[in-house]
């Protein structure tokens, strides 16, 4: 019988709206994660394939969250891996309030009742400075074609509202736009039309991955985004490619609710460890 050291590394897979993870425990055993295993674990012909990796680890609240896109660059923060390995969380140990650390700092979880999970992203960046943008500018509208606004939540973003999300071409103009001059550390970007009161439709180009069925910090920075410019108030529902979720701005920042789904637990095989 093999024993421990031959099964590989456990990781478990989850989503919240088709918004993929790879998410490794390592609150036990330390697991250092090179590069190029980030990477190949993100390939969803030759690896596991996620949207982005989230390492759990011990921290001065209940566990301290990593994250890293699929190219292997790191992200401060992710809306919906959160969520989801704050209900894995609240299963493990029966809670119903997390304190978790991320490089975006501080963040709380709570349990909403009917398998939903709140949690609060903090507050938004809206200075030049914070998102960071190259220099200071209104973040409100930005001087590009189509006027978005910029936000930060941990990680910058650059939100469009359009007539209408789903006649926009996301693969091309995402591209361009997340490597546009105006934002050094690259950006995500998202493309909103107004469907109903506190109501919005939005697509999301993810910085370091490409198109993506959902994104919390995403929807996060685009809620902020319209209220700040009139479109709706404080408190919204946001339509995306694989679900819906309800930001709430509030005055002790940005609340994201929806579900979550825990797909699998399995292992990287000694093999596949062994090729890198």
Known sequence: MANENDIGLPFMKMHGLGNDFVVIDARAHAIPLVPALVIAIADRHQ???????????????????????????TSAACGNATRCIARHIMN????????????RGDLFAVDAGDGLTSVNMGQ???????????????TLELPIEGAPTATGMGNP???FFVDDAEAVDLA??????EHHPLYPQRTNVQFASVVG?????????ERG??????????????AVAAARRGLTGRSVRIDLDG?????????DGVWMTGETMHIFTAHLTPQFMDSL
């Not at 679900?243 to 005055?251: E, F, H, K, N, V």
């Open 157 to 159: 973003h650059c939100t």
């Open 243 to 251: 679900g819906a979720l309800q930001i709430d701005w509030r005055d």
């Open 92 to 103: 493990q140990s029966g809670k119903t309030q997390l304190h978790l650390t991320t490089d």
């Open 197 to 205: 009161k506190n109501h919005l439709r939005m697509r999301v180009w």
């Open 172 to 177: 091309a103009r995402g591209a361009v736009m």
């Open 209 to 222: 991955v490409g198109v993506t069925l959902a994104s919390g910090s995403s929807s996060c920075a685009t």
């Open 47 to 73: 690896g596991v394939g996620y949207d982005q990796l989230a390492v759990i680890e011990n921290g001065a609240g209940d566990a301290h969250l990593t994250f890293y896109n699929a190219d292997g660059s």
């Open 124 to 138: 938004p960046q809206l200075d030049w400075n914070e998102i960071p943008l190259s220099h200071a500018i209104d």
